[in-house]
């Protein structure tokens, strides 16, 4: 899964520069940037919209919920969809300057909306984001500055609207609101195996050792599941992994190095200070510390190649002592009454700390207006909406009196259930939710699930979790924010060395987990490699100073 996200980053930063160089090869649509000009037009009531939609979509043309909105709008969409080849198409068009009114849905980067924005292709939208024509935005955004500041670029345009899932332990009464991603790796144990052992749930990396050592020679799988024998897999993780790697157990050498979207092994401490924990002393005695339990048989020989299929089917065969994942009962199947979490362990000098995820980052991708609109403001006004939460409730999973049933006694609006979708529609929920979801700028803020419509039972299930047994052992809550606007220039040196630098951590603490502890030669020589070949101080201190400007911005 790393090694794919590293891919789609760099895909993503090649198109946007393929689309710059076209757009420089031609002139782009002429004309430079509006930023900040109010365009008082509203003779445009019929638009064309460019948008990208599920596989499953019939198209956007008989959606109920759009239909109303326009009519209440005023205006009509005429509506070109595809669900494959989006940024091929919003090439084709920009470089050709062939534009609609908008593209919906398509997912541009920072850069090519600052590039875009630029060139005068799209529109500065912050005009419109006002009371008198996007009351419901402007609320929005004068209630949640951290969401304006996302998605204004650089020059002070902004050219895209917000969307985002904010789904966080608020939802299930926590008096913060901690995103579902702040932990994204549950770790758990086999209770059943340490009760017949006569061992207590570990609380130290060194106990948990000497179970997963007790879990392999008395072959636990075969003692008490009747598996073939042999078959034990004291502990099995993938390598690197969103919510099913090994990085949780770093936690007890003072770091959790989660897989993110923004460069993995980057923290940020509570005065403010960005680290890459990749070159730290600590690191180099975790990646040491674990070597010795790889080369003692305790994790899994296949955890650097095995995908998330093969984890499941190890789990759910009765063959694991110890994993990490989303939830124990989707892991470990029927074996999961068996499980109990396992607690965030001590390393050898007794202590540990765990980095949070940062995770349903706000990003303006999802609706930008293009040059070619004659009157923006009465497009937006039915963009606006958009973030009304039954409205956006409805976009995202489907329409009351399909998706959604009816309100519980708390007023909320129930979903459709897997029989009730079955016998009504002939389809699971999630395809029917594929059917009905509308791609483009959807907002669901964390109150929406206590004031408009109920979360997935599973969500509420591992939001719970996280509250009341991970977070109680988290010391230090600070992350380095998803939501980082980035310079140009910034843009262009992550561009240069991000995917080598991440590619030489990961490499290279495979290489000692599998095969040893690196010597001191081969320690400098890797530290070498990070600061002169791949760009470790200058992505630092990009990274610092992106953070720098965010916290002053929002005046913290």
């Known amino acids: 899964m790393k090694k794919k996200m590293v891919k789609k980053l760099a895909a993503a930063s090649m198109a946007a520069a393929l689309t710059v160089s076209l757009l420089a090869g031609c002139g782009g649509s002429g004309g430079g940037s509006t930023l900040g000009e109010l365009n008082e037009d509203t003779g445009q009531t019929d638009f064309k919209v460019f948008s990208a939609m599920s596989a499953l979509s019939g198209g956007y043309d008989d959606n109920v919920v759009l ?25 084709i068009r920009i470089a050709g300057n062939e534009l609609p009114d908008a593209f919906q849905g398509v997912g541009f980067t920072n850069y090519e909306l600052t590039n875009y924005g630029g060139d005068g292709t799209f529109i500065d939208l912050t005009p419109y984001m006002t009371e008198e024509y996007m009351p419901n935005l402007a609320k929005i955004l004068e209630d949640n500055p951290d969401i304006k500041e996302a998605i204004t670029m650089e020059d002070g345009g902004i050219y895209g609207l917000p969307a985002a899932e904010q789904m966080g332990t608020g939802a299930v009464g926590d008096d913060e609101n901690y995103s579902i991603f702040s932990v994204p790796q549950f770790s758990m144990i086999n209770k059943a195996w340490l009760d017949e052992l006569g061992l207590e749930v570990p609380t130290t990396l060194d106990e948990l050792h000497d179970c997963l050592k007790a879990f392999k020679e008395n072959d636990m799988s075969a003692k008490m599941y009747g598996n073939d024998k042999g078959t034990t897999i004291p502990m099995c993780t993938g390598y690197d992994q969103w919510c099913w790697g090994q990085n949780v157990f770093y936690a007890g050498f003072g770091f959790t190095n989660w897989t993110n979207d923004i460069i993995d092994d980057l923290v940020v401490g509570k005065d403010g200070k960005v680290n890459f924990v990749c070159d730290d002393d600590n690191y180099r005695k975790a990646i040491s510390y674990f070597h010795d339990w790889f ?54 000098d007794v202590t540990h700390n765990v980095n949070l995820r940062d995770g349903g980052a706000t990003n303006s991708g999802q609706l930008s207006v293009t040059s070619a609109c004659e009157s923006p403001i009465n497009l937006l006004k039915f963009y606006d909406q958009w973030y009304e939460p039954e409205n956006v409730m409805q976009l995202q999973y489907g329409p009351i009196d399909v998706y959604f049933t009816e309100k519980n006694d708390d007023g909320l609006w129930l979903s459709i259930t897997e029989e009730e979708a079955q016998e009504k529609f002939g389809k699971g929920a999630g395809e029917l939710k594929s059917a009905y979801e509308v791609a483009g700028p959807k907002l ?36 380095y924010p998803q939501d980082m606007v980035f310079t140009n220039d910034e843009l262009d040196t992550i561009d240069m060395y991000k995917t080598d630098f991440e590619n030489s951590i990961s490499e290279f603490e495979a290489r000692c987990i599998k095969e040893g502890a690196p010597t001191d030669e081969e320690w400098e020589s890797y530290v070498s490699q990070l600061n002169d070949s791949c760009g470790m101080e200058e992505l630092l201190s990009v990274y610092q100073d992106a953070y720098d400007r965010y916290q002053e911005d929002l005046g913290e």
């Open 67 to 91: 239909n109303d909105m326009m009519d209440k709008a005023g205006i009509k969409i005429d509506w070109e969809t595809q669900s494959d080849s989006i940024s091929e198409q919003v090439n």
């Open 444 to 479: 669901i803020l964390t109150d929406y699930y206590t004031n408009t419509f109920k979360m997935e039972d599973r969500a509420i299930e591992r939001l719970t979790d996280l509250k009341d047994y991970w977070m109680p052992q988290v010391d230090d809550t600070t992350v």
């Open 295 to 348: 080369d003692e048989g305790l994790m899994d020989p296949e955890m650097f190649s095995q995908d998330d299929t093969q984890l499941i089917s190890k789990c759910q065969q009765g063959y694991v002592g110890v994993s990490t994942w989303w939830y124990i009962e989707e892991l470990m199947g029927d074996h999961a009454k068996d499980y109990v979490f396992l607690p965030i362990l001590d390393g050898p």
